[in-house]
């Protein structure tokens, strides 16, 4: 009994649309650079050569994410895609996104305050997009819709809650342009 059960995870597992420390059978994969790559290859849209997706790091709907050439993922960062019309994340050449980063395509909807949340569902997905060369510092969050501007800088522990522009430095809660 326990061995069917073991065998029917793993196939589980291996057919998640993502990955995470929560899934062993893929996160163990993340630990080697070969494996990782292969890994990655085949559950990302799009997986650019170089490009590092390291252990700790939670993707989920891997299908809709495109990770370009040479970014870094580092541990504890969080890439919350969504299979629905809009929940795309795009990475593109060159971004870093530091320990802990956090990407969201989509929100709960707060419309009604008679009703808890929870009842209130989600609003529509919006995709995040990180351009050409940017950098997102540790603990960053990105909510949906945003698009970080080729190179700008995201400080660490911000918020960003609207689009920021190429070349340009924000930081805090919600981020705003420093630089």
């Known amino acids: 009994m326990i061995l069917l059960e073991f065998f029917r995870r ?15 059978s893929t996160h163990l994969r993340l630990h080697f650079k070969s494996s990782m790559r292969r890994l990655c290859r085949k559950k990302f849209k799009a997986f650019g050569a170089g490009s590092e997706l390291r252990p ?5 709907a891997c299908s809709r994410i495109s ?14 895609a969504n299979a629905a019309p809009g929940g795309d994340i795009t990475i593109e050449d060159d971004v870093l996104l530091g ?3 956090h990407l969201y395509t989509n929100n709960h909807r ?17 995709p995040v997009v990180l351009k050409k060369g940017c950098w997102l510092g540790a603990n ?9 501007g080729e190179n700008a800088v995201v400080g660490a522990g ?18 705003k342009p420093i630089k």
């Open 67 to 80: 990770i370009g050439r040479g970014v870094v993922i580092r541990p504890g960062c969080v890439l919350m």
């Open 99 to 101: 320990q802990g980063v």
């Open 158 to 175: 911000s918020i960003v809650t609207r689009d920021v522009p190429d070349g340009t430095v924000v930081a805090g809660n919600p981020a």
């Open 140 to 148: 960053a969050i990105v909510l949906p819709g945003v698009t970080v």
């Open 56 to 60: 700790g790091v939670y993707a989920i």
């Open 110 to 126: 707060f419309d009604d305050p008679v009703r808890s949340v929870r009842e209130q569902g989600h609003a529509p997905d919006r």
């Open 10 to 24: 793993l196939s589980f597992w291996e057919r998640a649309d993502r990955l995470g420390p929560d899934i062993p």
